[in-house]
């Protein structure tokens, strides 16, 4: 729960369709994006962006653009600008606001010696700063802070310079991945050609779907995407590395680029946590599933003497029902949310300033009253989220309230993509939270152990070790902690 | 959660706020009413409006009304306006939508010759046709269709015609009551005083809580909206046909309108079902409790050969615990809900049509792939939620989908405030409904009956019947199932 | 100049239009109507309304009303709405802002024990005051506080109360018009006819257009909105005190209620003076040549020892080109206008003030410097406005600037529809205006006299006498001047 | 008239202002900006952009940028963002609409080597094509069509590639101008200086004016900028070729980059005749007076017999005063302007058609009725804005109307910044327009000639030859007439 009023939170969704034949038609192409783009929308609420390609020589490109939610960016009328696509990519921003940070907004399209590509990224490139040097140096004016247009210009001024009619996109994209290790799941349009593109420490998620029975291949950011629409099956995962090209003649794979000997992949740990909907898979394994665990090892590791098992709504539920089968205690709702709180404008003085979060809940009274409760979190970020909420349960007659946290706390920022304040704003490290029960006004607080979390998430990939769907490549395990351990998967260049 | 999609809504809520000294200040009054208001959004979200009283002598009025969600119709500068406001109701409005239907926004303020009132209504008068006739006739035109602006000319025109310092505002109150007898929970504003006034057969809510340890009364609509507040604490419902006089001195009983001989009340049953929050407590119950109890009635008037049990989220998940409670299968979540699906926008073609629904779901296929699962839900109007819910588990690998539903079917429709379809459009009345399972593709579909309803909503009232809060007068119990049964409370004329 | 920035303003406008038979068709009806209300904007920019009926037993009504100009008020697609209409009226409203206010916008719709009746009025009734309390005594509550409200009411309740099919609505109306004499003019939509009413004094203008050549009879306010259609025709105005029935069937005079014996009609002189536009025609002349009247006898009255006669753009330009003819000196233009600057939102300290205004003209420097200028403005309300543009002549080489206003200071409240202020506020009436040349910085001012403009006004309708137009009900001559004079046409009441 | 109709536009307007110590402040910086862009409003509606830069070093920039009018691209609270600016420049863009071509508003701002610049440009590069061409083979990426991103990369790309602490941007501006001769008039901001840039043939007007008489030197494209507020006056003109660098120290002249030999100047004709306002002054005349010319020129060429002499407002009234001047015929006005008529939504049918436009104008009847009258406007263009004037002006009572227009026939697209349909598109070249006056039903139409436009212009510079303002490097006269001869100031590559 506090997550989401953290403001910590991935920077992007990027999502890919090409149409193969009769279905889907253009128009469709383009509902398909943006409803895409809608599934994607918890990662990123700032802006949205789709760039079409008519996939013919040449090609025309269309892009919309706008800010805010999906169905705040577009209308139904502009969709028809789309509608002579037979492939596109959209992405989600999640960032500041502003109407002026529209320039911001991906897919960035550009024109270059060899034709226009599209381009939209997740992540955040590790050795952004030195890149931007280089290429100023080179003579080229940056004309935003985006990473896109970093790459699109990284992407231009590989050598050779000719005016060829079959450039070679894939040579200039293992030459981006030589330059910069880490962290980017891509999506670049060509003509006719979609190019999906994963960092060689997979550090982002990007997944492959089906979209029917047909030849069509949707490329997209995490596997919910491509199985939330019924008729989207999930047919991989791009491995960490590797470029693929998605087209009307199906999905093959390019290359591989390899990490540095004796590197294991690191793949963000956060995005089981919290960032993926909870019906994604990873690594062969359901988000979902690795949350419940993670509830489990929480109730094995801080067990609790009490009387009922329960949720801050809807994040930690999972983790919460893990708990209770785990523990034998039974599993309640306490609290009820009400549906059409969202940021209210009314800035409450000291008096009304816990409404603004005691709002947002209704305590279900009848089932804990007179009862010792074990409240599971997704996290303790600032704790002001949660201490409204343990007042509301024992003023409503709850005897005790055991905070028990389904993640390690975040200490350290991350430089890959994800929006954590820095160190010294980072909640975990301030002296309030030495007697954080105290402090929220708990009975008592437990986290997960790192070494807890990295077990539930690594138990349910060895138990499917033998999966077909996980190439021998990548059988390896590894994830990023660094924001609970400081162990960055790249030394960090300043 | 097909009463979600289906239309079926009650017409309105209201709330009111009293300061009582230092404390809430004005501005604080104004918050409160927002607050409150936004709190009732489920009740209503065509428009909002709130008034405002100095309370002093002549009183001052100030309203704000606008078009849309609390948070859209108003803005934190408008506020200010409010700002002088010793004391206010406000309303939250559910109907068609068009700015020109700003003018039929509550509440509604008219000079009179006793000075200025203010009136906010929540129902529907059953003889509401008869009575603009009799207004009519007085030589008064009538410039919307609205109840409330009925209610208002009926309170001025009643005799005696003489300018008073001290009108009987009561009087005239109960006056309106004897000529009409349900529905509506009423508020109306007299300088600085609120009348509270509910109709003999308690049709609609109307509870009072108390904010904070001082003497200040806010009336509400529904009990949650009292006590979501941690702050705002229950303090009684407001009987069937009572006047209840609210101002800084306190809550002060003025008198109780009487039914016919013999007519029991009836407070409609569909509060509990689901329009109201699940923490709202009705006759001494709370509503998450009388749902679950549904559940449990549910389970035992048709249990399942099945593995697990699971709820169409959110509002079926009290009904699905206690379900999986009665009958001692497993309660698992097999649908995660994607939060930023919203009305959108695509109009899809046949082979797009069922993402339409579907998108808002995401299938934990872990938790049911080769199962059998008992999935129940609040209600099935038009069958067009269920079936792509149903389909998408049977792809995601659900061996049977049996269909359990908390409610009975709605087959009649309401003259008291609730907007449901006339007869003949009524889905359950359709010749598809007859192979109900085969129609919308679930290996088995069963539904509450009237009478298990009506046990589960009556059993926990005759449990607290001791209950001191529930007064002798109302110690009778009955409940409104006019929309299941054709049994109406009072004779409709037409 | 200065009336455009002074905040004096005429209360509405309003506007009417029948089909008869095949043209226009109902979907014209509406965009008639709406241009009528563009034509008529300069008359309210706060909100706009239309209301049409199909005409048809029983009436169908459909409204429409918004805030701000008609282009903001209305979209393309809500005309659609309208599209049943066989006749209609519209209105545009000048007042304080505010949604909230959207309520107090016209035509009121209201239903009666007759049926429905539609209402708009442009004027303010001298006696509202004491009307109110009668209708309130009557038990009839008003829930805005606009005189359209209270005439619809007062219309309502006209006795016998009996269900007729064709209810006397003349006699209603007569009735009313015998209650409060001045100051309207009133369209009143029932079933198929317009009845088109103007009070006995005449004070606000009301005029009867031709469309084509077929049978269609829109109303209209000011003749400039019939003729600015170039196929819309002149055709009369309705008299003082008459009421005009205007359906498919054509226009029908059907009674004129006299003033009292010996008072003279009282037709608004600012119409000529300001607010009318100058292709209207009143009294059988267009207002552009008693404008042009004005700016010669103002010549006469105060001629100037000067090299150019010019004018502050647009609207005293025809008294400018009077002057200029009168007085034999050349005339030419000064200042060039910035079309695009509207109330920009900068709110500038002193030393950018000066700028709010002048930044509106840019100084036609060669046609002036070295030159002594004769200024014409329309008045001078606060000399805030003539001030920089005095000083910006200076600068620009000016040697001198006489300023010559073409009408006499105000220096009495309105009570009948006129925005002006309160006797206190009124400029006329400062300390600063006995030395105003000083104050505004110009070598000297003149106003034109109050006998003057009266002059200027009745020697076009005298020297038209025989006009068939003027009918002999009205050749009687006589004009309100009571801004100027104090001497108003009735006694007011308080 | 039929200008303002037609389509025909100026691509952009460019503004700056620099702060000299106290006064402006850095917040009226901003305001003076904004004030600045509303002046300029006339050359571009579609967007409009400013960029503060604090001067200091390293220096912030801060960009605002918004869609439409700057009274709806900017709020008052945006301006604070802007408030820190001691120095800036603004932009108003003319082109097609759609927020996503936000991404083409200027200035762009673009982070090079040597640290950021902003840059904003009027104009169109003759050789864009060749130059992206060049700039792309250097490998940089374009991500828009604009040329101001080109000028950008164009500067940025300039060797030597060093990062310098002071960049030699005057050599890699005069390094742009000999790589492109025209047409362009630039702003760049870089740190705490202003460089205004105009290029070798002058095509785009680009002045300076002094803001009170503190050393504080605002740039701006023409000079009725500088003048309109009263208290900033013309200084001087930015001669072809020149490179001027403003900052807080004053303004100095940096360079000129010189024609090709032989080569005349080659100022835009057209802003004489149609963009500029009529109190700019290029070439040290007036454009009211040069216009006024153009109507004598016209009386001479083309005399009629007739009445009087009118104008098409507003655009038109210098000419129609010029004419009436040259032949002795009275000068009245015959059409009254509807201040509030924009681009109504509506879309008539063919009988509303002609509402269309005849709606913006009344007939002031009494002014031309029974007469022979002279229209004058600016140009034809299409000949459906003048043809039912025409008809208005007939049905009214005009005898005869003969149109006189006051600039030849449009003939040949321009390549240098205005937006003119292809050459096959333009009327003046259609079928229709062989006979004229048939075409629009006017008695009879004639054009002024090129030649007599040229001496009309020419001639009030050869009669200020030797006015101090003109210095010698510009008293060679030349102006473009590529749009009315085809002949281009310079070779146009394909």
Not at 285 to 299: D, E, I, K, N, P
Not at 428 to 446: H, K
Request: glycine share 8%; charged share 20%; with cysteine.
């Amino acid at each position: 729960m506090e997550f989401e009023e953290s403001g910590i939170g991935e920077e992007c969704g990027v999502f890919g369709c090409v149409s193969a034949g009769e279905w889907p038609t253009q128009l469709e192409v383009a509902q398909i994006l943006t409803l895409g783009l809608v599934a994607l929308q918890h990662r990123g609420q700032e802006s949205a962006g789709i760039v079409t390609s008519t996939g013919t020589n040449p090609p025309i490109y269309t892009t919309l653009k706008g800010m805010g939610l999906v169905n705040t960016a577009f209308k139904a009328e502009d969709l028809l600008k789309l509608r002579n696509g037979n492939l596109g990519i959209g992405h989600t921003r999640y960032s500041t606001t502003g109407i002026s940070e529209l320039q911001n907004c991906q897919p960035f399209v550009v024109d270059t010696l060899h034709g226009k590509i599209a381009v939209a990224h997740n992540g955040e490139l590790v050795n952004a700063s030195a890149l931007r040097k280089k290429v100023m140096r080179h003579g080229v004016g940056l004309s935003t802070s985006s990473d896109s247009e970093l790459i699109t210009q990284l992407l231009a001024l590989t050598p050779p310079m000719e005016e060829l009619d079959t450039p070679d996109w894939v040579a200039r994209i293992k030459n981006l991945m030589t330059e910069t290790p880490t962290s980017y799941s891509l999506l670049v349009v060509y003509k006719d050609v979609i190019y999906a593109v994963r960092d060689p420490y997979g550090n982002r998620p990007l997944s492959i779907g089906r979209l029917g029975k047909s030849c069509m291949w949707p490329v997209c950011f995490v596997y919910c995407v491509c199985f939330y629409f019924s008729i989207i099956r999930y047919y991989r995962e791009v491995q960490p590395g590797e470029i693929v090209q998605i087209s009307k003649n199906g999905v093959k794979s390019l290359s591989v680029v390899p990490r540095p000997e004796g590197d294991p992949p690191a793949f963000c740990i956060f995005e089981y946590v919290y960032f993926a909907r909870p019906d994604s898979i990873f690594e062969g394994q359901m988000v979902y599933t690795v949350r419940q665990r993670c509830g489990r090892q929480l109730a094995i590791e801080a067990p609790t003497d009490a009387d009922v098992v329960s949720t801050v709504p809807e994040s930690a539920t999972p983790a919460a029902l893990g708990y209770a089968q785990q523990s034998g205690l039974p599993y309640v709702e306490v609290l009820c949310k009400n549906r059409y709180v969202g940021r209210t404008f009314i800035q409450p003085n000291t008096r009304l300033r816990q409404l603004g979060v005691a709002k947002k809940f209704g305590a279900l009274t009848d089932n804990f009253a007179g009862k010792r409760v074990v409240l599971i979190d997704d996290s303790i970020v600032r704790g002001n989220t949660i201490s409204p909420i343990i007042k509301l349960l024992k003023e409503a007659g709850a005897t005790e309230v055991h905070i028990r946290v389904a993640s390690p706390p975040i200490r350290f920022p991350c430089y890959m993509g994800i929006n954590i304040p820095t160190k010294e704003e980072l909640i975990a490290n301030r002296p309030e939270f030495e007697d954080i029960a105290g402090y929220i006004g708990a009975t008592s607080v437990r986290y997960l152990s790192v070494e807890g979390l990295v077990s539930a998430v690594q138990g349910g990939i060895e138990s499917r070790g033998k999966d077909e769907r996980i190439s021998t490549k990548t059988a390896r395990i590894g994830h990023c902690t660094a924001c609970l351990t400081g162990k960055y998967p790249v030394e960090l260049e300043w």
